[in-house]
């Protein structure tokens, strides 16, 4: 069974840190493009971060970048977002997501995963900034 398992979320005041995680189970968790992406209410889906198979490329959306770092441990299934300087519009529903490798490895790519025939999510976990 597939699953995608979110951790870390919360709330913070504006400036602040938080570190998510996510456990990776019932697939090949190596041979797919990995990130997160995050939806506001009233607002549309967006790829924050993503991380190819391999780790060596990752992409960030103009908006967490230099804020935000993607990393992975295949070893262990892992997949993590540190986000650094928070904003209050960086409060969201953020969601791991694992896409399969049919296009380049991307922020864009990444919220495809929402759908059955490019990948999966996980439950999300809420992120809330306060100014």
């Known amino acids: 069974q597939v699953q995608l398992v979110e951790s870390g979320g919360g709330s913070v005041q504006a400036g602040g840190s938080l570190r998510l995680s996510c456990r990776a189970s019932g697939f090949t968790y190596s041979n797919y493009c990995m990130g997160w992406f995050r939806q506001a209410p009233g607002k549309e889906r967006e790829g924050v971060a993503a991380?190819?198979?391999?780790?060596?490329?990752?992409s960030y959306a103009d908006s967490v970048k230099g804020r935000y770092s993607i990393s992975k441990d295949n070893a262990k299934n892992l997949l993590y977002l540190q986000m650094n300087s928070l904003k209050p519009e960086d409060t969201a529903m953020y969601y791991c997501?694992?896409?399969?490798?049919?296009?380049?490895?991307?922020?864009?790519?990444?919220?495809?995963?929402?759908?059955?025939?490019?990948?999966?999510r996980g439950q999300g976990t809420q992120v809330t900034v306060s100014s």
């Open positions: 991380i190819d198979r391999d780790g060596g490329t990752r």
């Open positions: 997501a694992a896409a399969r490798s049919f296009a380049a490895c991307s922020v864009g790519y990444i919220v495809l995963a929402v759908t059955p025939e490019f990948g999966f």
